[in-house]
């Protein structure tokens, strides 16, 4: 158990310290994942794949935004509270 919450810990740093990276990432993943979903059904058209594709990835980026505010407020909750314990 302690091993999982080190890992939750570190990987949540690491977002912290590279909020846009994490975003960019997960829209890049988003976008080529709808991408390929898109391609493996033939009755659209391709600008409707690309749409679609595009759809899905904003969604995708909105939810990584959301993410990374919640990680900033629990970070920033975080470090109150460590700030009035050492007082």
Partial sequence: MA???TQ?????K?????????????WLSGISGS???????PNMKTS???IHARLHA???????LAGAAVV????HKMSDKAAE???
């Fill in 35 to 41: 991408i390929a979903y898109n391609w493996s059904r």
């Fill in 48 to 50: 409707v794949k690309i």
């Fill in 3 to 5: 091993d999982a919450k």
């Fill in 72 to 75: 900033e407020y629990y970070d």
């Fill in 8 to 12: 939750f810990e570190s990987v949540r």
């Fill in 14 to 26: 690491w977002v912290v310290e590279h909020k846009l990276r994490t975003v960019g990432c997960l």
């Fill in 58 to 64: 904003q969604a995708l980026t909105l939810a990584a």
């Fill in 85 to 87: 314990q050492r007082r």
